[in-house]
């Protein structure tokens, strides 16, 4: 019966933290502007250029591998810091297991590194899927319009 006595401010603020998100989400609901979508509301916005072709590309996923590469060097930066501010940095043991975790995660990353695709990442697939549109869309386009 203690150990649930010593977990009840642990549940009224787990509770109280999915009232508040319900709270907000029904807020925004009922706060934003209830504006009819039309075609021009609902198109793509291209910064004055008239929208061509869908708004969704194919995306290279080779960019993922950067910030998976991001991630691991931010969270081998984390450990090594606290491990820095730590009193265990002298243990000669501890500081093997962290050498060795460090030369692992390097070798995944030159690994990592050494097998991605140089071609999809200069961006090549984004530039003709563009121009494929356009001229699409040039085809298409009625006489009486200007670009």
Known sequence: MRLFIDF????????????LVFVM???????????LQNSEKTSTYECGEEPIGPARMTFPYSYLI???LFLIVDVMGAFLWLLSASPL????IVAWQTFIFVVILMGGI??????????????T???????KAKEAAAKVETPGRSH
């Open 8 to 19: 009840i401010p642990v549940i009224v603020w787990a509770i109280l933290a999915v009232v």
């Open 25 to 35: 989400l029904l807020a925004s609901w009922e706060l934003r502007p209830h504006i």
């Open 66 to 68: 950067y910030t998976i």
């Open 89 to 92: 940095r002298l243990d000669p």
């Open 110 to 123: 030159g690994f990592a590194v050494k097998y991605i695709p140089q071609t999809s990442l200069d961006g």
């Open 125 to 131: 697939e984004m530039v003709v899927a563009y121009r």
